[in-house]
């Protein structure tokens, strides 16, 4: 039985092999930045660019943060060995929950281990099945897995589609839903694409849904201080949800903010923050520390937007086919996953890390290098990178 239940697993690997779908991982022995050192096997550790992490503002490394860090475990140890409500809770984490609340203009919010559990967690305390639920087909995994949590019943609009949306709200109001509930990504992250939250907002008013937002790729670095896309687009969103794993330093944490009443009852409902154990108070008080620098951080906002500008013309120029944008995620499209992963092999032997992104983050036939700028990057760093992306589009026959 066990021999038969692993050759299953077994073919079903090397079926993921065969269609050029396996990813592998590479090992890092420095801390994240512009710049990284990767161990090889028999090696020497070799220094590459890093164009593919969500390092936005470049805090990965910063010695405040890691100061911030060191402290708090100094002051209140290494691990909670709770949930929240046991013995979980420390000043830091009401500090951290009131800071990111008054930061991103809400009542209160609430920490969870990952936004992938702020948006596991979201959906099912809060609706019903009386209730509807509205979501853009490209909303990330954890938001679809949130939602199929949940009891309300389900729409989905195409990707930023406002007349399919005005057209599911009208289906869910026509069945008679209580609430409505509608749910996007603020940038759609494997495009780069900022939702239109403008639209969204007033389709929201006009039919009384409620607007729930991920905001993980625009917290930090979009919008007047770094409050995200409901700020950049002048609106209020109901429910916003966000991760510390991306431009607020990148360890790990997610949350969700709202009203008062919303958070109150998640923290009597939701199920990862329940069942699962309190972030650690070196993130907690690093975190605290990341929300500080990121809003008051317009200069690396300006660096990040205008090192997207030149890494973005400078690939037009060579002859690439991106989306179309202004986020600092720059999708390169290639079509095929093998094309996507013999062009990240070229790139990694010119020392530029990339990762080839294909079925199933992204739909088979559209795969690509999703490259991100960041704000650590230099004018130095981009034309190498820029260099190294030509040789290796003509390597690989696409340029
Ligand atoms: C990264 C991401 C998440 C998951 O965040 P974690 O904190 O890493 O779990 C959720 N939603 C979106 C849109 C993301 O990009």
């Not at 779908?21 to 590459?48: H, N």
């Not at 008062?260 to 108070?281: E, W």
Request: with cysteine; proline share 4%.
């Amino acid at each position: 039985m066990a021999d038969e239940f692993l050759d299953h697993i077994g073919a079903v690997l090397k079926g993921i092999e065969a269609e050029g779908l396996m990813k592998r991982e590479r090992e890092i022995t420095s801390p994240q930045g512009a710049r990284v050192t990767v161990a090889r096997p028999g090696e020497p550790g070799r220094r590459m660019l890093n164009l593919c992490a969500n390092n936005y503002l470049g805090l990965a490394d910063d010695p405040r943060l890691v100061a911030a860090a060191e402290a708090a475990t100094r002051s209140h140890g290494y691990g909670m060995a709770s949930v929240r409500f046991i013995c979980g809770t420390t000043d830091l984490h009401r500090a951290l929950e009131r800071r990111l609340a008054a930061w991103l203009g809400h009542e209160d919010s609430i920490l969870f281990a990952a936004c992938f559990d702020a948006n596991g967690a979201v959906f099912e305390p809060l609706l019903g099945e009386e209730d509807a639920v509205i979501s853009d087909s490209l909303n990330h995994a954890s938001i679809i897995d949130g939602i199929r949590l949940c009891k309300a019943r389900r729409f989905r609009f195409a990707n930023g589609d406002m007349a399919d949306l005005e057209a599911q709200l009208r289906a869910a109001r026509e069945g008679g839903a209580r609430f409505v509930m509608v749910a996007t990504d603020g940038v759609f992250s494997m495009d780069g694409y900022f939702a239109d939250l403008g639209a969204v907002r007033r389709l929201c008013d006009a039919y009384g849904a409620l607007l729930m937002v991920d905001d993980c790729h625009a917290t930090g670095f979009v919008g007047p201080k770094g409050r995200g896309t409901p700020a950049r687009a002048g609106i209020a969103a109901d429910i916003l949800t966000g991760t510390f794993g991306k431009a607020l330093g990148g360890a790990l944490g997610g949350y969700v903010a709202g009203a008062q009443p919303v958070i109150d009852l998640l923290r009597q409902r939701a199920r990862p923050y329940l069942f699962s154990n309190a972030l650690p108070p070196a993130v907690v008080g690093a975190a605290l520390a990341a929300i500080d620098i990121a809003e008051a951080a317009d200069d690396r906002r300006a660096q990040l937007s205008e090192n997207a500008a030149y890494w973005r013309a400078g690939l037009e120029a060579l002859g690439f086919s991106l989306l179309p944008g202004s986020h600092p995620i720059v999708p390169v499209m290639l079509g095929d996953a093998p094309l996507a992963q013999s062009f990240a092999r070229e790139l990694d032997a010119e020392g530029v890390m990339v990762s080839a992104f294909f079925f199933p983050v992204v739909p088979r036939g559209k795969a690509r290098i999703r490259t991100q700028m960041n704000a650590a990057l230099t004018r130095e760093d981009l034309d190498f990178g820029l260099a190294a992306f030509g040789r290796a589009g003509k390597a690989v026959g696409v340029l």
